[in-house]
């Protein structure tokens, strides 16, 4: 596999459920993001890490928890949403921190019912 | 005031014309600018970017940055309907902070 990848592309939760986003890239990156994607808005960068430390929360809702096990490898978990969460999230990876250049996954469509 | 701010479209040029998008930013002492194409149901993709004043080409894009105006904009020439996308403006700030804008939707027309 190449790039950047996301599982599940699809999801549907219910709000007191619990489920994971899981991402993972094969480019040999230091730092991995986790961005929420709403219509009509920018892209908002919730996550980052960068060699496996987390250096910025964007003041997250702690319903949102994420974890690095390793520089490859990104998960968001969630529990407890809200049907405003509803929304694409996108896992990205750079060489270096805050570079700019960004390698996006296809993104996990999240919808709470 | 948002720091990064496109206009949303949609925009729509025949195909073969010029496609002009633009960007401002608010943080004056940015360094770097990039232009992210995004496809509808898809993720966005990096197909430019610019560091210096002036101008830099890529095939038929070209990327405009004039600092002392704040703004940066992407000239796509001979546009094809596979052009069509919403293109997402960035922007890094002097806290190396990086921010999009809500995008401009281009659609060209055959």
């Known amino acids: 596999e190449t790039g950047v990848t996301q599982t599940p592309r699809h999801l549907v939760m219910g709000m007191t459920n619990k489920k994971s986003l899981k991402c993972e890239q094969h480019?040999?990156?230091?730092?991995m993001y986790w961005y929420k994607q709403s219509a009509k808005k920018p892209l908002e960068l919730m996550f980052v890490y960068s060699l496996e430390e987390r250096v910025e929360n964007n003041s997250v809702p702690s319903r949102f928890s994420p974890e690095c096990p390793n520089s490859s490898h990104l998960f968001l978990h969630l529990h407890t949403l809200q049907p405003e969460d509803s929304a694409l999230y996108l896992c990205?990876?750079?060489?270096?921190?805050?570079?700019?250049?960004?390698?996006f996954g296809e993104g996990s469509r999240l919808t709470v019912l | 005031q948002k720091e990064v701010e496109q206009n949303s479209g949609p925009l729509s040029v025949p195909e073969g014309a010029i496609a002009s998008l633009n960007c401002t930013y608010s943080?004056?002492?940015?360094?770097?600018f990039f232009w992210y194409r995004q496809y509808s149901g898809k993720s966005p993709e990096l197909i430019m970017f610019i560091y210096s004043n002036g101008d830099k080409e890529d095939g038929r894009f070209t990327a405009q940055l004039n600092k002392a105006s704040q703004y940066v904009s992407l000239l796509i020439r001979d546009s094809q309907p596979s052009d069509s996308a919403t293109y997402l403006c960035a922007v890094t700030n002097t806290g190396n902070q990086f921010y999009f804008g809500t995008g401009t939707s281009l659609t060209v027309i055959p």
């Open positions: 990205a990876s750079s060489q270096e921190l805050q570079t700019g250049e960004l390698f």
């Open positions: 480019l040999g990156h230091n730092a």
């Open positions: 943080d004056r002492g940015s360094q770097s």
